[in-house]
């Protein structure tokens, strides 16, 4: 009973792996980090920005070799923007998944290895 979970897990594993190895191929104009909305105002006395919530105003964060880095996007660029962040996250979810598996099917297998050397055991000293 136990041996037929494990090997439903091995055989679910690989098939989740073999569909990640087909989908993942490293996007190359993906980015980093995440694309966020503000607001500011100009500081000119008579704008409408002195009254309501300010001039939108876009920016993409992310970190690089530890520091922090806020790049401007201009609202034209934001879409654009936006589909590479995407495709990085995606790229990256991807990765972290098929590492996960990779442990996951690793630790299986190393199981499946004491119990078929403890079986061989018991049969050799019955
Ligand atoms: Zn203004």
């Not at 001039?55 to 530890?66: D, I, K, N, R």
């Amino acid at each position: 009973m136990k041996k037929h979970t494990t090997n439903t897990d091995v055989r679910q594993l690989q098939a989740r792996k073999r569909k990640l190895l087909a989908l993942l191929s490293l996007p190359p104009e993906a980015m980093p980090g995440s694309l966020a909305q503000s607001h500011y105002r100009c500081g000119s006395p008579n704008c409408h920005c002195t009254r309501d919530e300010g001039h939108p105003h876009w920016s993409l964060t992310f970190m690089s070799e530890g520091k922090k880095r806020v790049h401007n996007i201009p609202k034209a660029r934001v879409e654009f923007i936006r589909e590479r962040v995407n495709e990085g996250k995606a790229f990256k979810q991807g990765v972290a998944e098929l590492m996960v598996i990779n442990a996951q099917l690793f630790h299986l297998f190393e199981k499946r290895d004491r119990d078929n050397k403890r079986r061989g055991k018991r049969k050799a000293g019955d």
